[in-house]
């Protein structure tokens, strides 16, 4: 049942997550995919990334955000003293690409929701950036408009989440860089505060 597979997911070490996200047949999304990009990254993180969906770049790589929007993404993170990969995790909400990029749906979200929840349990990061309707709107359980959430810190179970515009939307959106920057501030805030614990 669905249940099982919930906790069967929720006690994965990372090599048999990884796996399963690899052969997941659970939705319809693995008949079009290259390949199933799980996520990259440091698995002791301090900060988690989370995105909606691999584009076109990132089924044929098998990695996140190595595309236009991946480029300003690592520019955002170079802002505030981050890079990929050290003491960063960066992970979608959906594992394998929507065909033509088209918006995850809610099956396809709830299939895959347990991936997601079993590497912020095995990370467990001190903050989570989620970026883009999708991802905030799943990991806060809202359907509020992003504009609406931005500019405070949520909470996702015990973990501090800052929020911001997905990098893709900047790049056709670019009067709304300056809110991003806020955004960004925010987080650099949130992980000093943690980092001096
Ligand atoms: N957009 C996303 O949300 N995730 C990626 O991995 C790439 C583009």
């Known amino acids: 049942t669905e249940n099982e597979r919930s906790r069967s997911i929720a006690e994965m ?24 990009v799980p996520g990259v990254g440091d698995r002791t993180a301090r900060l988690l990334i989370v995105g909606e969906a691999p584009g076109a770049e990132e089924d044929k ?3 996140p955000f190595v595309g236009a929007a991946g480029k300003l993404l690592d520019n955002m993170l170079a802002a505030i003293g981050e890079k990929r990969g ?36 095995l990370i467990k990061p001190t903050v ?3 970026i883009g309707r999708f991802a905030i709107q799943t990991l806060l359980k809202t359907d509020a408009p992003v504009s609406a959430l931005r500019g405070k810190v949520h909470r996702h179970d015990d973990i501090p989440v800052v929020i911001s515009y997905h990098p893709a939307y900047l790049l056709r959106n ?12 925010l987080l650099g805030e949130q992980l000093a505060a ?4």
């Open 194 to 197: 943690a980092g001096s614990r």
């Open 61 to 63: 790589r098998g990695e």
């Open 174 to 185: 670019l009067p709304d860089k300056a809110k991003a920057w806020q955004d960004l501030l």
């Open 86 to 121: 050290d003491g960063v995790y960066i992970a979608n909400v959906l594992k394998c690409r929507p065909p033509g990029n088209r918006n995850p749906q809610p099956a396809e979200v709830a299939e895959c929701a347990p991936y997601l929840a079993r590497q912020i349990a």
């Open 128 to 130: 989570i950036f989620a």
């Open 13 to 36: 070490d990372w090599e048999t997550l990884e796996a399963s996200i690899r052969g997941c047949t659970a939705c319809a999304l693995c008949e079009n995919r290259t390949q199933a």
